[in-house]
DNA sequence: ATATTGACAGACCAACCGGTCTGTTTATAT
DNA sequence: ATATAAACAGACCGGTTGGTCTGTCAATAT
């Protein structure tokens, strides 16, 4: 039988189901009805763990998202001198585990950010600061990758940092909405060049 | 006195109400209600033009960013035998003309494809049948600097089309969330970067 | 054993929101 | 002048939705 009375569990659980219907229909699109659902709790249940439908949304900026970003991209970056040799690592780790339709759904993270930046400034601030972790962590590893001779030193850590971080977005972006055969592929296949054209020749 | 009775203006200025809307709301969090107010139009009218909320969120990616994507970018390109040059040019004119709280909103193309394309597909159709002549443009105007000899043989014109088009909407994604000081412009001068090296040496 | 508190159940509600429907007014064709 | 249809007005409606409130049940401390 099921674990009766896990608050914890019943959190994570709330949590979770929450992001499985944000990815696809955004923040506002998002049903608490349907988080009932999808978890066969009741309101009773998910008001005692959240104040209100801002607060899950906040507590998933702040635990999963920003926890993904962390075990994906800071960790690995911590660890490495050839910066381009890990992005690229990870995002083919990250393409080979997609499937087509998560390619659809895009990443979490920007879509809270386009949708929900505008019109919510609790929102915006802790998707700044997911992104600022996130970039951070590139210019670190670029700037280890100057010292240890990898990296060009004309590049600029922070600014190349940002952009990389905005090309993989924009790509994922559009990926999302353009099916049409290897748009993907395409646009990765850039990235991967213009990624390559920063190490020392 | 006003105007009465011009069908074709009301139409357009439902659209155009409508849009505001959605650039800052979405097209779900964006209010039928909300349209009325600012048209000071009435229910009646409003569904006298158009049979329900989607076919305004249509009309508004066929007709008027269509149109956008037409005449800033399809033209001035078709025009151009030194594309890098003509998409800075762009690029440099629309940041000129965009203040704190545009740059807060970002492209509503790219909002609307990041918030439609998953749950609707006749918004995507039509979002990618945009983003196609988008892409379609550079990707001519390249091959055309290529011929000239503007652009560099070893580029592929169009997976740099869709990566440049990715770029720039990830950039302008981006830069609507981390409000950070100069964060556009350092991404900015990256994709600048870019772009000048695409051009023969 | 019992009191207390956290975890959860579920009926209920008020506001919202997209859409309908009937009626009225204006333009246009004849 | 009159008929006709398009353009618009606005009251109304039913389903949805986030949130509340009262009550119940289980774990834990004493």
Known sequence: MVVLRNPDETRRRILEAALEEIHLRGFQGMRVEHILTRTKLTKGALYHHFANKMAIGYAIVDEILG???????VMPLKDSDD???T???ICEQERAGNTASEIEKGCPI????????PIDEGFRERLEAVYQEWTGAIADALRRGQEKGTIRKEVSPEKVAKFLLASL???IGVAKCCRHDNMLDDMADCLKDYLMQLRVS
């Open 83 to 85: 910066p381009v040799k």
């Open 67 to 73: 926890q993904d970003v962390m075990n994906r991209w």
């Open 169 to 171: 977005q924009g790509i």
């Open 87 to 89: 992005i690229i690592d």
């Open 110 to 117: 920007n879509n809270l950010s386009q949708e929900m930046s």
